[in-house]
């Protein structure tokens, strides 16, 4: 079954430990892309991917950092999480970046930091 | 694109009622328009989208969309809904030329199809 995977589904930590979600997908996608979703302010971008090796900052970086060392993984990494990073994650893979391309969706990763 | 705008963050209707969910956007540039789902504790699923050619747009379940390039608007529309539409509906843009692998979301409509 095509889709993307997220892991953990929910995490609760605290201030400055560091954390990593992994975003999966098995479609040979080339475009992933890492969202939060708050409420009242929909989806805003953090991070994307182009393809492999290739990252660049979306809307609201600050504070996340990705990597890209293969084409099916995209792992959010927080290195010291704050509580404004509490918030739903999601990510998200599409056959290439823009061009009209639909954007295949991970289940979400609900995070709260204290 | 600047910003996406969905006017309504909640809207009630009864079941068999048609609907309209409005959303416009800013941009300098040409975009591309596309209208997400998502039910409850579930991510979001594409709905239709709008890429060049006709204006009006049919996607899944029956929804449909028209984009108007003078309003810069892309409102979603059903003629008829179902309890089963009751979800959280997104509108989102991606631009042509340097920025165009960024999507920008709006803020959210809750849809609450009542019996």
């Known amino acids: 079954e095509a889709q993307v995977t997220q892991n953990p589904r929910y995490l609760i930590t605290v201030t400055g430990k560091k954390l990593t979600v992994t975003c999966s997908q098995n479609?040979?996608?080339?475009?992933m892309s890492w969202y939060r979703q708050d409420p009242g302010l929909g989806l805003r971008q953090i991070y994307y991917?182009?393809?492999?090796?290739?990252?660049d900052k979306g809307d609201v970086p600050e504070g996340y950092k990705v990597s890209r060392k293969e084409k099916r993984n995209f792992p959010l990494i927080l290195e010291s999480p704050s509580p404004n990073q509490t918030s739903l994650y999601f990510c998200?893979?599409?056959?290439?970046?823009?061009?009209?391309?639909?954007?295949?969706f991970g289940p979400g990763t609900r995070l709260t930091v204290l | 694109a600047q910003s996406v705008t969905q006017l309504d963050s909640q809207v009630p209707v009864f079941e068999e009622a048609p609907v309209e969910l409005r959303c416009n956007y800013s941009?300098?540039?040409?975009?591309?328009l596309f209208w997400y789902v998502q039910y409850p504790n579930q991510g979001l699923q594409l709905l239709l989208k709008?890429?060049?050619?006709?204006?009006l747009v049919k996607g899944i379940n029956g929804f449909e969309a028209e984009f108007n390039k003078s309003q810069t608007s892309f409102h979603l529309r059903k003629p008829s809904v179902h309890i089963s539409d009751t979800a959280e509906y997104f509108c989102a843009v991606s631009e042509w030329g340097y920025n165009f692998n960024k999507f920008y979301f709006g803020s959210g409509t809750k849809l609450n199809v009542k019996p």
């Open positions: 941009s300098s540039v040409s975009v591309y």
């Open positions: 479609m040979n996608h080339e475009y």
């Open positions: 991917s182009m393809n492999v090796e290739v990252t």
């Open positions: 709008y890429l060049s050619g006709s204006t």
């Open positions: 998200a893979s599409s056959l290439t970046g823009g061009l009209g391309n639909e954007q295949f």
